[in-house]
């Protein structure tokens, strides 16, 4: 039986991580900002503890985490999964609407992994899930403050490996294609304060495309929610798991784009060093 604590807990994804954590008999720390409403999606069980947090407020998380030290002694699984998208094109999305996504899907997954790591360091054991998406790998259009926050998670959960390892700590990112929770919705996307003209046109097409997305993606997160269970009986973790055939479409593209751009540039970037 592990400790998991999982963020953004009430809702989409996060439920179905709790259930199937809940389901394999492990002691679950479900959080959400709105605890009360965390509870509801859940029956009691000695095994589930429901907590108020924040992501983006660092005070909440510290006292998240020594809530749970407290009352199961330990942690095992963190699984940062908290999300919100801020959709829309650069010029068009206000700067406090970019500083707003990057406080939840960055720097939130921070503030709770610090708050962790010194009880992990002391148990010299600990796993922390980051997730992710394609957008973490691949830069699309119209989602430039989301890509910056996953591209950012990635690198820092990527890095923050090797700093921890010593610790007996493991990190992996997981980078889910399209599937059908809760982000696309009224409660979770917004989309750009500003406007600009020239962006009209493609503004309308592109908010058509993720509006009509909603309910309609073709991955199911109760078997991802599964494979995380899976993934966490493994001796060691994978640094990164793509989840579902479109993100391993996705990965696929990227390593041929960085291929094919090593393959033409490959006499230039190699001439660049000091001549002997």
């Not at 807990?9 to 709105?34: D, E, S, Y």
């Not at 963190?78 to 650069?90: D, E, L, R, T």
Request: overall charge negative; charged content about 20%; hydrophobic content about 45%.
């Amino acid at each position: 039986m592990s400790v998991w604590f999982i963020t953004g807990a009430g809702r989409g994804m996060g439920v179905h991580i709790t259930n199937a954590a809940l389901a394999a008999g492990h002691q679950v720390v479900a959080t959400g900002r709105n605890p009360d409403k965390v509870a509801k999606v859940f029956e009691t069980s000695d095994n589930l503890l429901v907590l108020k947090l924040d992501v983006t407020s660092p005070a909440d998380a510290e006292a998240a985490a020594q809530t749970t030290i407290k009352r199961f002694g330990r942690i095992d699984v963190i699984v940062n999964n908290a999300a919100s998208f801020y959709a829309g094109y650069f010029e068009e999305l206000s700067r406090q609407q970019m500083d707003l996504q990057l406080a939840t899907s960055l720097l939130g997954p921070m503030n709770v992994t610090r708050a962790f790591l010194p009880d992990m360091r002391k148990q010299k054991a600990g796993r922390i899930i980051s997730i992710s998406s394609t957008a973490g790998l691949i830069g699309y259009e119209f989602c430039t403050a989301y890509s910056a926050s996953k591209f950012g998670l990635d690198g820092w959960t990527e890095a923050l490996q090797a700093e921890v390892a010593p610790f007996g700590i493991e990190t992996m990112i997981v980078n889910p294609g399209f599937f059908r929770t809760e982000l696309l919705t009224a409660e979770s996307t917004q989309y750009a304060d500003n406007t600009v003209d020239d962006y009209r046109e493609r503004r309308m097409q592109q908010e058509a495309f993720w509006t009509g997305a909603n309910g309609t993606q073709g991955g199911d997160p109760a078997k991802l929610a599964q494979a995380l269970v899976k993934l966490d009986k493994e001796p060691a973790l994978p640094r990164r798991f793509l989840a579902g055939a479109d993100a391993i479409a996705t990965a696929e593209q990227k390593i041929a784009t960085l291929q094919k751009e090593i393959d033409a540039y490959r006499a230039l970037s190699s001439s660049l060093a000091f001549d002997a």
